[in-house]
């Protein structure tokens, strides 16, 4: 409503552990209660159009949010605050939003996606036991997965293979100069 673009992600409870995401203030999230000063439980704050929400520093400007943030509601956000995260890009580099929300969702399932950090070890074999109980839990359900560090090199491939094409280029310039000089 501030007319600002927020990434918005939802997650589970473990999603900022997962993900490494450092938390610059507030509490973790566990339960079905949000630790804080305020201890609402999920279910009035659903009622209200709210969740428990993690935001980046950046918004905290941008909402005029001062002093400890956590445990108010920012409702142009439907967000009830949990914590403060660190600036970051959710989008492409190219972007210019450092602007993010982490939604802590009940349902996180509702998008069919996960991330399940594994160590690099075995990853045949651990790929193979996630998928028997992927199967388990949602057997009409397609077993597919992609690594991040994957998804991110796919995001930026065609700046890779235009940089190489014009280095091809600047040594072509750089040949056919050098030839004028010498002929």
């Known amino acids: 409503s501030k007319g600002i673009r927020v990434a918005t992600i939802d997650g589970d409870a473990d999603f900022i552990k997962t993900l490494d995401v450092p938390v610059i203030e507030g509490k973790a999230f566990a339960n079905n209660m949000v630790h804080t000063a305020h201890s609402s439980s999920l279910d009035s704050l659903k009622e209200k159009g709210l969740s428990p929400t993690y935001i980046s520093k950046a918004l905290l400007d ?106 091809i280029f600047a040594l072509l310039a750089i040949m056919i100069t050098c030839s004028g000089l010498f002929s």
């Open 62 to 167: 941008v909402y005029d949010i001062k002093g400890n943030p956590v445990g108010r509601e920012v409702k142009g956000l439907g967000a009830y605050v949990i914590g403060v995260i660190d600036d970051f890009k959710a989008l492409s580099l190219k972007e210019k939003n450092l602007y993010v929300t982490i939604h802590i969702n009940s349902q996180p399932l509702r998008f069919g996606y996960m991330y399940i950090k594994i160590a690099g070890d075995n990853t045949a074999a651990t790929l193979r036991f996630i998928q028997k109980k992927w199967k388990t839990f949602f057997p009409k359900s397609a077993f597919d997965y992609s690594f991040v560090d994957e998804r991110i090199a796919k995001l930026y491939d065609t700046e890779t293979r235009l940089t190489k094409l014009f280095n």
